[in-house]
């Protein structure tokens, strides 16, 4: 399964199962998200309202939507269809994502030559499909655009660097003409090059999308310390678990919050105290019904945590 499939495979194969997940949400406008509140990464493609009726079924007010199954396929008629459906489920979408088009290996070995916005051969297919999810967030109202933009050189003389610069201010800016903010998902570079990144592309509405485990999981940073670097660009949080890489050719190992190596209670008083007011949305990577089971008990664990952080 794509690590960019979460929720929506898993939400179709409950409605398949024949459960009864008849909503008991009227259609009333979204209330304004407290600081810190906890949504849920989903992709919606293939069954987006069985994806979003379950976000609120669990509990959730908000969500991180993950596009890519839609990528050449933004079009009005999508726009609002999820206008709809959000406010059927008095959801809000937070940020929109789309990391494709392929080919996308999450690994150290063909990771660094195909994902994100450094690679030339993808850089202009990637640059137009951020374009297009930047356009469709606009109709839906969301202010956030987010991608991996790859293993950004840590050699600014790097001949792939100067590229990559243009590539993100190049998205960055026309996520600008929108009244969008474009973040940079932290996970294939370190905190220092990230943010000598945001210093060399100069746009005011640049910033970062802080996923606590990918720069463990990715040998880059441990998150605590990533905050006192990358905290004042921070403008949304994905909230997932793991474990160092062991294997040098393959990522470390993504794990039920709680169970790998992210202190959260750190992390959040850390962002708590810079001002961070934006969504914490969990990311579970497994699939099926272990993925809700899964999404119910770091939910319950995290909320146990922001209470603690936010009194």
């Keep these: 399964m ?7 495979v898993a939400s179709a194969a409950v409605v398949a199962e ?32 069985a994806t979003f009726r379950r ?18 396929g933004f079009t009005p008629e999508l726009a609002a269809q999820f206008r709809d459906l959000l406010a059927k489920y008095s959801l809000t979408a937070t940020t929109v994502e789309v990391v494709g088009p392929g080919p996308l290996v999450w690994n150290f070995t063909h990771g660094p030559s195909t994902i994100g916005l450094v690679p030339a051969k993808t850089r202009a297919a990637r640059i137009d499909s951020l374009r297009q999810v930047s356009d ?35 998205v960055a800016q026309h996520c600008q003409g929108n009244g969008q903010s474009f973040l940079m998902e932290t996970g294939q570079e370190t905190p220092t090059t990230m943010s000598r990144m945001i210093r060399d592309v100069a746009m005011p509405n640049l910033g970062v999308g802080l996923d606590t485990a990918n720069l463990i999981l990715y040998g880059k940073a441990n ?39 992210v202190d959260f209670r750190q992390v ?15 990311e579970r990577e497994t699939s099926g019904p272990q993925q809700i089971e899964d999404v119910r008990q770091e939910k319950v664990y995290l909320e146990g945590i922001l209470r603690e952080v936010l009194a």
Excluded at 55 to 69: A, K, M, Y
Excluded at 141 to 165: M, N, S, W
Aim: proline fraction near 9%; glycine fraction near 10%; charge should be negative.
């Design 268 to 282: 959040f008083t850390k962002l708590h105290r810079l001002g961070y007011t934006g969504a914490v949305s969990i």
């Design 136 to 170: 469709f967030a606009k109709q839906l109202g969301v202010p956030q655009v987010q991608t991996h933009c790859g293993f950004i050189p840590e050699d600014p003389a790097d001949a792939l660097y100067a590229g990559t610069v243009e590539a993100i201010r190049a």
């Design 18 to 49: 024949g459960l009864d997940l008849t909503p008991v949400f009227a259609d009333v406008k979204p209330a304004p998200l407290k600081p810190m509140e906890l949504g849920l990464v989903v992709s919606p493609f293939g069954a987006p309202e």
């Design 223 to 261: 998150p605590v310390d990533a905050v006192d670097i990358l905290g004042p660009h921070v403008r949304s949080v994905h909230a997932k678990d793991g474990r160092w890489p062991t294997n040098p050719s393959e990522l470390g190992e993504e794990v039920l919050i709680g169970k790998g190596l």
């Design 55 to 72: 976000v609120r079924e669990i509990g959730f007010s908000n969500c991180f939507l993950s596009l890519d199954g839609y990528i050449n």
């Design 2 to 8: 794509d690590r960019r499939t979460f929720l929506g």
